[in-house]
């Protein structure tokens, strides 16, 4: 069975561009994870989708970050435009269950470097 | 509001030495604790968790913790360390709050060497 999934696994881009990651989550899961973590910080939620529907985007830092899962199966994080401060590790987790102790499946995470 | 602090940002071990990485947490209902494993450009494994059942909990690769309320703590340890042990730990807490999902809140991570 193949794991969550992220592309590209790095991304360097210029200040005011615009950068799209994705994310394949396990098959059959419901519930897809957005976090990040910026250099030195600790791992941050950015968002919950359940199916296609944004369950929790509390974590958004701004209106830059734009998320999507279209069909409900994977995910697209959006950065438009994209700014210094947007550096660092998002990763994608994906869970069968809506439980407080469902495991939680990562994946290797998309390194953002905005220079 | 939960919050997590992992004591220790980097932590030295000789092989064969114990590994103790704490972790404590505040949660204001009952949480539900993990704790994850980052091996080098690998994505976040799943070592162990804390779901209210017994307060000692096994994991994969020998690790174990123990959920002490009184303490609001849940270190993680290993009796023996390896060098495959030399990797990035993550603990992290969870409120079930329906429809909200597993909401996971992470302490800042330990990076532990592991010395030959």
């Known amino acids: 069975e193949a794991g969550v999934t992220q592309f590209p696994s790095h991304s360097v881009i210029e200040k005011g561009q615009t950068v799209t990651l994705r994310c394949d989550p396990i098959?059959?899961?419901?519930?897809l994870y957005w976090y990040r973590r910026v250099m030195g910080k600790e791992i941050k939620f950015l968002l919950h989708?359940?199916?296609?529907?944004?369950?929790?985007e509390s974590g958004m830092p701004n209106n830059r970050f734009l998320a999507e899962r279209t069909g409900g199966t994977y995910s697209t994080l959006k950065v438009q435009p994209a700014e210094l401060e947007d550096s660092g590790v998002y990763f994608c987790?994906?869970?069968?269950?809506?439980?407080?102790?469902?495991?939680?499946?990562f994946g290797q995470g998309t390194r953002l470097t905005v220079v | 509001a939960q919050s997590v602090t992992q004591l220790g940002s980097h932590v030295s071990v000789s092989e064969g030495a114990l590994v103790l990485l704490r972790c404590n947490y505040s949660?204001?209902?009952?949480?539900?604790l993990f704790w994850y494993v980052q091996y080098p450009n690998q994505g976040l494994q799943l070592l162990l968790k804390?779901?209210?059942?017994?307060?000692l909990v096994k994991g994969i690769n020998g690790f174990e913790a123990e959920f002490k309320k009184s303490e609001t703590s849940f270190h993680l340890t290993k009796p023996s360390a390896h060098m495959s042990d030399a990797a990035e730990y993550f603990c992290?807490?969870?409120?079930?709050?329906?429809?909200?999902?597993?909401?996971?809140?992470f302490g800042g991570g330990t990076r532990v060497l592991v010395k030959p």
């Open positions: 989708f359940v199916k296609e529907s944004k369950q929790d």
């Open positions: 949660s204001s209902v009952p949480p539900y």
């Open positions: 992290a807490v969870s409120e079930y709050v329906k429809a909200a999902g597993n909401k996971l809140t």
């Open positions: 987790a994906s869970s069968q269950g809506g439980a407080g102790n469902t495991e939680a499946f």
């Open positions: 098959s059959g899961h419901d519930n």
């Open positions: 804390y779901t209210s059942a017994a307060t």
